[in-house]
T-cell receptor, first 111, second 113 residues
Framework: GDSVTQMEGPVTLSEEAFLTINCTYT??????LFWYVQYPGEGLQLLLK?????DKGSNKGFEATYRKETTSFHLEKGSVQVSDSAVYFC??????????FGSGTRLSIRP | NAGVTQTPKFRVLKTGQSMTLLCAQD?????MYWYRQDPGMGLRLIHY???????AKGEVPDGYNVSRLKKQNFLLGLESAAPSQTSVYFC????????????FGPGTRLLVL
């Protein structure tokens, strides 16, 4: 069946470091892909999304490119800030009309 | 514009007790969803609704019931709580379905002893 695999956390970085959070998926067809972010004490909110191969989603300095050849949607940011500390979820909407979330990656940024 | 709100924020139940979680949205969204979030497992869809008066089962519906009597409200009920239902519950809503951005509430933390 369809699935999403995220790199396990927690990830701890210093401010201004480069961030990569890996996400790979298994799905038939061409799923839509999402990154959601959950700040402490809040619900999830959409960070970015991509709906077809080679699309790049971007928001707040974060980027992710839909790579069908490697079935990946890795999240990147060139220079992280303390305010980026949160839990990040990769998700896909499958051809079976299901939403599947990864297990989440907790990110902590040190000043 | 409050977005999606959830009541209560935190609750402790004893095994066998019942309770109802309330979700309310003020964005005139047709679709509403209930998820549970467990450590290491991401979010899993419990039930959803595609409009007032409708409900449907998601991935993990057993032990839960839902109702959508008003468009803005979506209630999740536990008739006889079990320790396995200890979790964080999130409500979400959107206009056109799972393929589009969902708007989440802040969550309800439930502990069943």
């Amino acid at each position: 069946g369809d699935s999403v695999t995220q790199m396990e956390g927690p990830v701890t970085l210093s401010e201004e470091a480069f961030l990569t959070i890996n996400c790979t998926y298994t799905a038939t067809g061409y799923p839509s892909l999402f990154w959601y972010v959950q700040y402490p004490g809040e619900g999830l909110q959409l960070l970015l999304k991509a709906t077809k191969a080679d699309d790049k989603g971007s928001n707040k300095g974060f980027e992710a490119t839909y790579r069908k050849e490697t079935t990946s949607f890795h999240l990147e940011k060139g220079s992280v800030q303390v305010s980026d500390s949160a839990v990040y979820f990769c998700a896909l909407y499958s051809s079976a009309s299901k939403i599947i979330f990864g297990s989440g990656t907790r990110l902590s940024i040190r000043p | 514009n409050a977005g999606v709100t959830q009541t209560p924020k935190f609750r402790v139940l004893k095994t066998g007790q019942s309770m109802t979680l309330l979700c309310a949205q003020d964005m005139n969204h047709e679709y509403m969803y209930w998820y549970r979030q467990d450590p290491g497992m991401g979010l899993r869809l419990i039930h959803y609704s595609v409009g007032e008066g409708t409900t449907a089962k998601g991935e993990v519906p057993d032990g839960y019931n839902v109702s959508r009597l008003k468009k803005q409200n979506f209630l999740l009920g536990l008739e006889s709580a079990a320790p396995s239902q200890t979790s964080v519950y999130f409500c979400a809503s959107n206009l056109v379905g799972l393929q589009e951005t969902q708007y989440f509430g802040p969550g309800t933390r439930l502990l069943v002893l």
